[in-house]
């Protein structure tokens, strides 16, 4: 029974799609006991807490057999972390200060986590994981259930503050109907993973704990941010009729992506691990536009050997058959630092070594990637390219360059992230064969603003002017050197985004695969000439806001269907 009168929120759509169903809260954390007394027995205490994180990792690695690829990446790392011999000591320091143990356990973290913070990027959102382990281990301290996902009795909506990514990496696509957050951003691990499992999600629904109580009817809308907490029967067709003209919009979206007019443009799947390949291989789709091979390395004591690497980057290329499959080189570095390629402590981790960087340092780490990757190629037919990360200067793209054909790579690029890059892209792409933009990393250079802030996503919207104007100096360049340039940030994946890319010049766009069907339908609704326009309107306009406006006022109306 509702408790609630009907009210409508807005958020951030992050996963398309409608949904309703009735509202499941994510157990909350205890937090710790402010009444609990200090420890007198310091060592025994340790003990007692060592055992606890032991078993938050065991729990949460018994959660990971049987997952899938990528959540049980996630869920592992997750317990890694949970034994992290640097947070045990943490906890051994504040027990002796005199802290109880829930104390204990929660002022180490909060110190632990201030450093992942620093560290930025990777790290930063390592924090989630971090306290998700505190809340666990807090609460088996107090005995009382962990926090998290309950058993769900029927498909529901589920409403948390955010979730881990362990928790949404094992969430079940047929009781999950949809997720709601308070919090998280668009590149959020909700947002990339819901995405991923094609749950309608919206995030950043900041009041949404005011207006809702468990077991509320709640209806949503991942497309444009819409939650509606107790619909009327009026919400529940309009939403239904939504998603009846989407699926509309959608039907007959298969085959090559294009413009009306013919002019091809390349469709194609982000991935991360040889279990995302076969997903997305399934999908009708071109290939692969970014394979972040980084997942390989992160989280490790040493680098994964060329044998290991070959054998998983031949599985991913084998899963594409003959189709592109763009593979990045180690995107790690001061943000997602390495154990085995630590290069120290940086006062500004996003404009540290990382990248290409890390790999003109740590040669032997690139050669050895290289070398696996033209052995994976040599074993496959797959049409393979590889791309450098964070380029900035024409040295590095040369280097790359000849690095990658050195060791018989044939088509070689590199990612477009910094201003840098792209305001000098002719003379870049002169050393190479392609480019793929990273709207994410070039919003937030461009923009000067942190990607991992949430309170900054106006600003690191793709739709600013400023960083219309860099894909634009990007695709000016590529075409004066006579190149591919592809997008390979989130920013692909939106149908109404995607023509605006199309129009500055970009030839293929790389997104989330569940994505690709709604980008290909936009896309066949529209001329080449008129994606030009709809481009040179958006640009022209003063703000962010007013360049989607403008954007969506020239579209076909049925690209609002899409979003
Ligand atoms: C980007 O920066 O847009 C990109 C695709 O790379 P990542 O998100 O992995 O930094
Ligand atoms: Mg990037």
Redesign the pocket.
């Given at each position: 029974m509702s408790t609630h009168n009907r009210t409508r929120i807005s958020g951030i759509g992050v996963s398309t799609g409608t949904a309703h169903g009735p509202a499941v809260f994510v157990v909350p954390a205890a937090g710790f006991n402010a009444d609990e007394s200090s420890s007198t027995d310091p060592e025994a205490d340790g003990q007692r807490i060592r055992e606890v994180l032991q078993a938050v990792a065991d729990g949460l690695r018994a959660r990971a057999e049987g997952a899938s690829d990528s959540a049980k990446e996630i869920l592992e790392a997750t317990a890694g972390l949970a034994t992290d011999r640097g947070l045990i000591r943490g906890v051994d320091k504040e027990l002796k200060k005199g802290s109880g143990v829930t104390r204990a356990v929660h002022d180490a973290v909060e110190k632990f986590a201030e450093k992942l913070r620093k560290l930025g990027g990777y790290m930063a959102e390592r924090v989630t994981d971090l306290y998700d382990i505190r809340d666990r281990a807090i609460s088996r301290l107090l005995g009382l259930p962990e926090p998290g996902l309950p058993e769900l009795a029927e498909p529901s909506v589920l409403i948390a503050v955010d979730l881990a990514p362990a928790e949404t990496a094992t969430l079940d696509p047929d009781q999950v109907r949809g997720i709601i957050t308070s919090a998280g951003g668009p590149t959020s691990h909700t947002a990339i993973l819901a995405a991923q499992l094609g749950i309608p999600a919206v995030v950043k629904a900041s009041e949404i704990y005011d207006v809702v109580s468990e077991g509320d009817t709640v209806a949503l809308d991942g497309g444009a941010g819409e939650v509606i907490v107790a619909p009327l029967d009026d919400d529940l067709t309009e939403l239904a009729e939504r998603a009846a003209r989407r699926e509309a919009a959608l039907a007959g979206s298969e085959g090559r992506g294009m413009t009306r007019d013919g002019y091809p443009i390349k469709l194609l799947a982000n991935i991360g691990t040889a279990d995302d390949a076969r997903k997305a291989a399934s999908f009708d789709l071109e290939g692969s536009g970014?394979f972040?091979t980084e997942f390989l390395f992160l989280g490790r004591d040493d680098a994964p050997s060329v044998e290991e690497q070959t054998a998983t980057y031949t599985e991913v290329l084998k899963a594409f058959g003959d189709r592109r499959v763009v593979v990045r080189t180690l995107?790690a570095g001061a943000d997602k630092p390495l154990r085995f390629a630590d290069l120290g402590e940086e006062e500004n981790p996003a404009l540290g070594r990382r990248g290409l960087r890390l790999s003109m340092v740590r040669e032997d780490l690139l050669d050895a990637q290289l070398q696996a990757l033209a052995n994976a190629n040599a074993a496959t037919e797959a049409d393979l390219w590889v791309m450098a990360p964070m380029v900035a200067t024409v040295d590095e793209a040369r280097w790359f360059a000849d690095k990658a054909r050195g060791f018989g790579l044939e088509r070689v690029g590199v990612m477009v992230?910094t201003p840098a890059a792209a305001i000098r892209s002719e003379q870049v792409l002169s050393e190479v064969d392609f480019a793929s933009i990273?709207?994410?990393?070039?919003s937030q250079y461009t923009m000067a603003a942190d990607r991992m802030q949430g309170e900054l996503a106006d600003l690191l919207s793709p739709w600013q002017p400023a960083v219309m104007a860099m894909v634009q100096a990007t695709c000016i360049g590529g075409g004066k050197a006579d190149k591919h340039i592809g997008v390979?940030?989130e920013a692909g994946g939106d149908p109404l985004m995607a023509l605006v890319l199309v129009g500055l010049g970009v030839t293929s766009l790389s997104m989330a695969p569940t994505k690709v069907t709604a980008v290909r339908a936009a896309l066949k609704l529209h001329d080449h000439a008129t994606c030009r326009a709809i481009a040179a309107q958006a640009l022209a306009a003063p703000t962010a806001e007013k360049a989607r406006e403008a954007a969506l006022a020239m579209a076909d109306p049925i690209v609002k269907d899409l979003l």
């Open positions: 970014l972040r995107d992230e990273g709207t994410n990393d070039l390979c940030g």
